[in-house]
């Protein structure tokens, strides 16, 4: 049976409201209301997984924990929850409060033996978010950079890491299109999964990383698509779960 392509419809969180930023950029913000009925609706059209994200949280500046919690309870469906997740407290609070998987970023950097235990512990409960600038990663909430992104993929493969979130930080929000040859070199130097998030702006995007499913995309995360109505929940679904053409799925680059 051919897999498809899951979707995640992304709920951000930043000062209790649900949001879409551009690049990241705090001040960037568009307002599209209350979290939890944002959640509530995509539920109601069909997802199956939601990315829920608590931005404060991501960039030091506070903490959304009651909503958070508050919507995961209430969801019947998958969660991946991310933002903030640094430290075994809020790890465990995240998967206490009923998250089906965390999404571990700056820690992977800041705290590398903590996370690479973690990968190891946890296994499909954790994915690790590769928030990648040019060829380096973007730590606390992309204000600051991190390491090479590859070296830093070596050493988590190393550690067993079985899924990782991939942002491409310049096509976050900005409705330019995936970047693909991030994904396909991500995809030839990983045994695990990959979830591309960043750039989604048509039922096009969709389809062509729905034919990247073979060497190792296995998801992808919509925000602002969604939000401005590029296209709809129910259409991207279909799009996401149509047969893979034989000749679609390229070869990785891994130069």
């Not at 979707?7 to 949001?19: E, I, K, M, N, T």
């Not at 500046?61 to 997740?85: C, K, L, P």
């Not at 590769?130 to 909430?141: C, I, N, S, T, Y």
Request: charged content about 20%; aromatic content about 4%; overall charge negative.
């Amino acid at each position: 049976m051919t897999r498809e392509l899951t979707l995640l419809p992304a709920v951000d969180v930043q000062g209790g409201r649900a949001v879409q930023l551009q690049q990241g950029v705090a001040s960037s913000e568009r307002v599209f209301g209350d979290p939890l009925e944002v959640a509530l609706k995509w539920r109601g059209l069909g997802a199956q997984w939601i990315h829920l994200v608590d931005l404060d949280a991501a960039f030091g500046r506070g903490a959304n924990t009651e909503i958070i919690s508050n919507i995961v309870e209430q969801m019947d469906i998958n969660v991946e929850v991310s933002g903030g997740i640094r430290d075994q407290k809020s790890l465990e609070s995240a998967l206490s409060a009923g998250a089906t998987r965390v999404n571990i970023g700056t820690a992977a950097l800041e705290n590398p033996t903590w996370c690479d235990e973690v990968v190891t512990r946890y296994g499909e409960q954790v994915a690790i978010g590769l928030d990648v600038k040019g060829d380096r990663l973007a730590a606390r909430g992309w204000t600051r950079e991190g390491g090479k992104v590859l070296d830093v993929l070596a050493r988590l493969e190393d550690a067993g890491c079985k899924r990782y979130v991939v942002t491409d930080v310049a096509s976050d929000g900005m409705l330019t299109g995936p970047n693909y040859e991030l994904l396909g070199r991500i995809c030839a130097r990983t045994q695990g999964t990959v979830v591309a998030s960043g750039g989604i702006a048509t039922l096009e995007d969709l389809r062509r990383l729905r034919g990247l499913v073979p060497i190792g995309v296995e998801g992808a995360i919509v925000g602002t698509a969604l939000y401005v109505g590029n296209f709809t929940l129910p259409e991207a679904l279909e799009v996401c779960r149509a047969p893979i053409p034989a000749d679609s799925a390229p070869v990785p680059n891994a130069d």
